[in-house]
C-alpha cells in the first residue's frame, strides 16, 4: 500500500495541474458531506490531516500492538509472519509513531515527500515491518518539516471495534459526525445507506 500510494504521488507531482489536496480513499470509504463542501473545508485548511501517535501512548492503551515490538515481518502464502528478529530504527529519527492509513495531504507536503532523502531512510527501515502504512508517513510527517501542521482528524467516521461496516442504522450518527468520510461501507450487507448518503449529499449540493 505504501509503495502504490508513493507511485500514484510522485505521478501526479510530476504531472502538475492545479490540485492541492491528497486523499487516499480505499474501495469501501464513501463521502458523508456533499462534495463541494468537502472542497470547501479543505480549502481553508493548511493542516496535514493525519493520525499521529507516539509508541508510548500506544503502549499505555493497546500494550500489545504488534507494531511495538519492532519485529521484522514477511508476507507469503497469504499471510503475515512475525519472525522473532527486531528492527534496528535510525538513532538520529524517532519512527516511534503510529496511526490510520488513511489521511488527508497538502501538495507541499507530497512535493516534499517524493523527493527527500528521507522518505528512501523510512522506507528501507519500515519495509519488512508490521503494516507499515500504518507508521510510514507519520514517521515521514513527524521527523520533517510539516511536523507543525498536522491535524489528527483525518475526517473519516469509523466505528471501533472493528471497524464495524456501516449500516442505515448509522445513519443518524455519521450525518450529525464532522468527518468528510465514512469507513466501511458494503452494498452486499447493506446498500440503503449508500443510496441515503448519495441523496442527501446531492441535494445539499
Known sequence: MVVAE???MRLM?????????????????????????????LAASTSNHIRCCSFTE???????DPHLKRRICLEYGGRIHHTPLRIPFPKKV?????????????????EW???????????RTLRFTFCPDETFFQGLIMNGPFAE???????????WPG??????????EIRQSRSLFGRKFDHAVDDQILHELASVCCHNA
Not at 13 to 41: C, F, H, T
Not at 163 to 172: A, C, G, N
Open 13 to 41: 507531482v510530476a504531472e502538475g495541474g492545479d490540485w492541492q489536496r491528497w486523499v487516499n480513499l480505499s474501495g469501501q470509504d464513501y463521502p458523508v458531506k456533499p462534495m463541494e463542501q468537502i472542497r470547501d473545508l
Open 113 to 123: 515527500m517524493v523527493s527527500s532523502p528521507l522518505t528512501r531512510t523510512v522506507a
Open 149 to 159: 501542521t498536522v491535524d489528527q482528524d483525518c475526517g473519516r467516521f469509523v466505528l
Open 163 to 172: 471497524p464495524k461496516t456501516l449500516t442505515i442504522e448509522h445513519f443518524s
Open 58 to 64: 500506544i503502549a499505555k492503551g493497546e500494550p500489545n
Open 94 to 110: 524517532n519512527l516511534e509513531w503510529k496511526g490510520s492509513a488513511w489521511h488527508m495531504f497538502t501538495r507541499s507536503f507530497c
Open 6 to 8: 508513493l507511485d500514484a
